[in-house]
């Protein structure tokens, strides 16, 4: 054995420890860490050839590379729409490390019972108690997972198989949607299907929702042919809800496949008050939920869910003399892109277990109110103005004096380097704007008295 290897594994306790005080260092210290950072390049290092061992490589990577890394996982990091990772699902993900699992077939291991167990769980969150899921990296992969399926659907109702014929077999698709996320169209690429097979549908006006009977107009222009509708379950910027319902009845009408993206706005089914935005989420062909924004575990996860698994499998299936045939519930290395696959589902499994339905609804409900006085309190500054209602857990807003992209962008810079607090650019209906997301368990009402203070003085500076 390599003689690093070997001392290693003789020092493996004492290592660990080392490892753990590391972490505890960096959770206890993300207060009062800088949010953001303007990454330096850390220059040049030679391949290793004969490596140090882990207690070196470790404060290696504390000297080096650690003080470069954002503080994302903190309280005051709203950029994107960024998860945190509450403890339980840490301490998942490391074991998930630790145990090193093939979550890809069920042989030798209880370890995919533990993933079907968690999906069913998270599913009962959502009311996709018809569907069946998977855990896959992110809310992109669950949209083309569901889209792929979709395209296996659209081929059936054709006659043909899209996974033995190919896309060529199916002539042009129709996807038709009101406002979808980028990850969509960069499906619609890889599928084959096209990035100009997606139809925009004209959304209500100064909303992002898609008006139902303009959509209902483009299905009956479609003379019966059969189609995608991509529905929103929380758009990025103004965490608008497509009426799922109203949608899902037009299925009586016209032949589609519903896919509904609800990578973080499907969690406003944990708050009673806010339910009714996705009402009808269960209609749905397939669901895509991401579980690294507002579930809180660690990158990488998602779930996608359908009601079509023998469509899946017949993408999916991953045939050869050496596995199994599937028979009854098939294998995940038949269901998803990957075969090969970590235990995803632990840290899931870790923060349902040690916080429930109740732990995670009081994450999303606290997140909600946070982000409704960030923007009270922004509006009140007279400097700052909403450019949509706060629907869920996102403030978009912008300067109420020459809202430029240059002065806009100059303000988010300003904002980041505070150290207080991190938000991202966008454009809405023409406007440069920003959003503040919220879906980290650790903001606290301080946390948010404390970014309105950093982005008021930013745009207090900026004149
Ligand atoms: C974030 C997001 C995605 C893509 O998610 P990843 O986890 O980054 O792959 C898709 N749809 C919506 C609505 C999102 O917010």
Known sequence: MDENLAADLAELPALLDAVRESATDLLTGIETRPVARAPKEVGPAALPEHGIGLGRALALFRERWEPQFSGSAGPRYFGFVTGGATPASVAGDWLTGVLDQNAMSGEDSAAIELEHQTVGWIGGLFGLEQHTGAFVSGATMSNFVGLAIAREWLGEQLGISVAQAGIGALGPVHVLSGTPHSSIVKSLSMLGIGRDSMRLVPTMPGREAVDVDRLAEALAALDGRPAIVVANAGTVNTVDFDDLRAIAALRQRYPFWLHVDGAFGAFAALAPEYAELVDGLGEADSVCVDLHKWFNVPYDAAVQYTRHRDLQLRVFLNSAAYLTPPTGTPDFGHLVPENSRRLRALAAWFSLTAYG???????????????????????????????????????????????????????????????????????????????????????????????????????????
Do not use: K, M
Not at 405 to 410: G, L, M
Not at 425 to 447: K, L, Q
């Open 357 to 463: 339905r109740d732990g995670h609804r009081d994450i999303v409900q606290r997140n909600i109110s946070g982000a409704n006085s960030l923007a009270e309190r922004l509006v009140a500054t007279g400097l700052l103005r909403l450019v949509a209602p706060v629907r869920l857990n996102v403030v978009c807003f912008t300067l109420t004096d020459q809202p430029t992209t240059e002065r806009v962008h100059a303000l988010v810079d300003a904002i980041a380097e505070s150290g207080e607090t991190f938000v991202t650019p966008t454009v809405y209906e023409g406007v440069p704007a920003i959003r503040a997301a919220f879906s980290n368990w650790r903001t606290t009402d301080t946390d948010v008295d404390r970014a309105a203070e950093a982005i008021a003085a930013a745009a207090l500076a900026l004149g």
